[in-house]
């Protein structure tokens, strides 16, 4: 029986602690130590049964207990206390962004953030793995920054699966409905009181979303939910799973988070100028954005694309071509047929926007293309992924060298208060004063970590590990009990691991390219090294494989088969359902925090940056984050690694991964047994293990400061969102007039570039060229119609490798210098020195320029000298 009508149930407070619902609807707690413990003192077994949701519990704390705690004047007056930081936070107006650059007069967002997944706090669990943490703490930066941005994503009624594994070790999905009405957002309503909705438009049906709101601290989350009754019983499903469905469901959500989420904004009047994707999933506000500049402004698509293009931001965090999302040309054609013509572009050119071979028919339609072709701003999420996400999309570009292609690169952090353990962070507090909190970013700050006493940090460092072996062991009896294990077994888990081992942490998504069971190359040997007497070791492993994913599944199983044997019971074990909360025990509580991937296809990594602020050290692969951050005093490299995809071992190692996997498992087990556990054996007469505390010590001061959010975040709006916006507002002033010259711009210079060519080119450079002597380069060149102000010269200028190709380039202007006969230009450069003895070379280019440029390559013309 449905009800005729539905309304939702509030807690009714008492008058002293009547705003208790208003904190627990602000994300702030899950951030803020002394609101958590405001609830946790409430109730505390609420808090744990609630999932660590304050919404959830207020609805289920008595009504006796309340009025007990409205007279407790112990708790009014830690309640009054939190209010009043609580009050300070959300009002502050004199923040970095106000600081570096003033307030916005119109209250209005600069930036919309989307991300498809978003790791809040696991009472929401709209998250999968490392880009949806990384898209949360990015947030929570955002508002400590006080960043005018907004966020949107969508709302999953049953969020991302929930792992058990049978008895012999094999991952099952459940999908549990979330009670959205207990967590810790509100539905956006019109003026009249009904929710607010949003439509876009799918083959013969309009789709209808509602929006909810969620408060982060300073920053808003919208979360679109297509849960609604007019809506068919298909696309009501459509926002219950993360990454659930097919290839079809795939797309109609990527259309209701592109295009919905461009809607919804504007349904709420939020008019920001930057729109940063967070992977592609997101790229189809790209093509809304420019539709409703075609409408509102009288735009051509070319000056619509411009004018968008200016303002979006888009940052890829996959460097293996599965992670990246294509679609079928007939099923875009089915979804997108009426958009497209409605934009009066042809299939041909609108399928172009997602191929790397415009004119390929069959190619499918990749929505990093669209997000490429449509972002004046690209990066990667590590150098080292930065420079793998050029190497795959050179094609994008193919006459610009892999180094200079527009993708740059901001490298991940994460949000220190959202990880650091509370022991820790009072620690902190006392030695480094409070200004980590705020200011975590400044070096000089952690130099203070140098001044921690050994005993303190070591003392608090071993409560952690006591704490996360507690909390594994109940973890592990309710996994027992949930699968029926018999009464011998449960009580096993009780005593599974110890607290005064060397604990290894092992948690991440279960794709097969981060080799999760690289110990078990040689299992007699890492049995070995788990039971040597008097310097035992234990792992504590975790991790979900995507639901399709039987070879990830597979490595799960070899996992719990080893843990059986009866050597290792107890000192291996699998934590099942990985969560927010587990990963924080993880992290604040192991001493060392073991990553694995096949090099070079991590993009960043952040688990490893959440386990070194807490203290554990690092043993990885030099991948990602870890190639920027590892130096052999702060924690130890697992094979070779290099600043390009191509460095490391041999190429004809490369090419075999089997062969790369046998050598890497070799070193890390080298590692472990030479270096790793002899440290952390290594005490004194007093029990420290000194040498080990002195390395955690190096550890924290060197990446705190640079791997955290608030840097990250800063980069990015340094970088990327005020001269987006900028350049947004610069190209939009009288009536879009610099967009519509850019766009006509490009069109005579892509109509002219095919009969561009350099004819000459001459140098008065002898050979050898003595070291202190300079000399000239004259280039004479045909520009087809276009003028010199149109195209720029350059001396491209390096080394020879042995394969005859410069490399070590730098890139020298050429200035004009006059006309030549047949209606052609000259550019010259003078005084041009190389450096170093050995065989150099150069070579002579033109390629467009133009001052409402991104970047200079962004056209992707080049005429090389010669070609």
Known sequence: MRPIR???????????????????YNLLWSWDAGIRSLFIRLDRRLWEISQHNPVRMLALVGRRRLEEAAGDEGFLAQYRQVLEAFDAYVAERETWWSRRYGRRPDDQPMVAYFSAELGLTESMPMYSGGLGNLAGDHLKSASDLGLPLVAVSLMYHQGYFRQALTPDGWQQETYPDYD?????????RRSDGQPLTVEVSLP???????VWRVRVGRVELYLLDANVAVNTPEDRILTDRLYGGDLDMRLRQEILLGIGGVRALSAMDLRPRVFHMNEGHSAFLALERIRRLMDEQDLTFDEAREAAAAGHVFTTHTPVPAGHD??????????????YRAMHLSRQAFMALGRQEPGAEHEAFCMTILALKTAAYANGVSRLHGAVARRMWQGLWPEVPQGELPIGSVTNGIHLLSWVSQDLAELYDRYLGPRWRTDPDDPALWEGVAGIPAEELWRTHERRRERLVAYVRRRLRAQALDRGASPAEIAQTEQALDPGVLTIGLARRFATYKRATLLLQDPDRLVRLLTQPGRPVQ??????????????????RQIVHFARRPEVQGRVVFVEDYDIALARYLVQGCDVWLNTPRRPQEASGTSGMKASVNGALNVSVLDGWWQEAWSPEVGWAVGPGGEEPESGYPESVRHDPALVDRLDARA???????DVVPLFYDRGADGLPRGWIARMRRSIAAIAPHFNTHRMVKEYAERFYVPGARRYVSLAADGMRRAKELARWKQVVAQSWPGVRIDEVESTAADPVPRDR????????????????????????????PRGELTNCRVLRMRPAGTAPGGRFVFEVADVRVEGSGLHGFQVRLHPIHPDLATPLETGLVRWAGV
């Open 6 to 24: 539905t309304f939702s149930v509030a807690p009714s407070l008492p008058e002293p602690i009547a705003r208790l619902p208003e904190l627990a």
């Open 180 to 188: 959205i009405y207990t967590m810790p957002m509100q539905l956006v």
């Open 204 to 210: 013969g049906r309009q789709l209808v979303a509602y």
């Open 326 to 339: 294509y679609f079928p040309p007939e099923m875009m054609e089915r979804y997108f047929g009426d958009f």
């Open 539 to 556: 792992i504590i492993v975790a991790g979900k494989a995507h639901p399709h994913d039987d070879a990830g599944k597979d490595l799960i």
């Open 668 to 674: 890390l087990m080298d590692v472990l047994e030479h």
């Open 774 to 801: 300079g000399f000239t380069v004259r280039a004479i060149a045909f520009l087809n119609g276009l003028h010199p102000d149109d195209v720029v010269a350059e001396l491209y200028l390096g080394r020879v490798d």
